[in-house]
C-alpha cells in the first residue's frame, strides 16, 4: 500500500470521530507495510484531555519492542503533546495529511530526526475546516489555543 492509502485510513478516522461530534483527527500506525494500529481524537467522546488521534493509535497498538520501524499517519500535524510521543517512543517516520489549519510542529519533529511527509491533502483540510467553522469552542479549547507552542 502506498502513502496515501494508509493515509486515507486516517482519514477515515478522523470521519469517524466527526460523525460522533469529536475532533476529526484519525491515525494510522504502519509496520512492514501493514496497519498495527488505529486512532482518532475522542477527547470529546471519552472525555479524556489527552485523547488525540495519535495517542489513541499508540494506546491500540499496545507495547511495543520498539517504535523505529514504524510510520505514523496523521490527518493533522501533531500538537506539541503529540509531537513528544512521537519522540518519547522513537518513531522515525511521521505522514501528515495537512498542515494548513493547524501548523502543528513539523520543524519541531525535523530537528529531532523525524522525516515527515507532509501530503496536503484536500479533503483532510475540508473535513478540519468544516469542524473549525462549526465547532470552535472545542477546537479552541484543545488544540488551536496552544498553537503558539
Aim: hydrophobic share 40%; glycine share 10%; proline share 3%.
Amino acid at each position: 500500500m502506498s502513502d496515501v492509502e494508509f493515509l486515507r485510513q486516517a482519514y477515515e478516522q478522523a470521519l469517524k470521530g466527526y460523525q460522533q461530534g469529536g475532533a476529526p483527527i484519525g491515525a494510522v500506525m504502519v509496520r512492514d507495510g501493514e496497519v498495527i494500529a488505529r486512532g482518532r481524537n475522542k477527547r470529546i467522546q471519552e472525555g479524556d484531555p489527552v485523547m488525540h488521534g495519535e495517542t489513541d493509535c499508540l494506546r491500540e497498538a499496545g507495547l511495543l519492542d520498539h517504535y523505529d520501524h514504524i510510520d505514523l499517519y496523521t490527518t493533522l500535524s501533531p500538537c506539541m503533546m503529540c509531537t513528544g510521543a512521537i519522540l518519547h517512543f522513537g518513531i522515525k517516520r511521521v505522514v501528515v495529511g495537512e498542515d494548513v489549519n493547524f501548523a502543528g510542529n513539523i520543524d519541531f519533529l525535523r530537528e529531532h530526526d523525524v522525516e515527515v511527509v507532509i501530503m496536503d491533502d484536500e479533503d483532510c483540510k475540508l473535513l478540519m475546516s468544516r469542524f473549525i467553522h462549526e465547532r470552535p469552542d472545542i477546537w479552541n479549547e484543545d488544540i488551536a489555543g496552544n498553537e503558539t507552542v
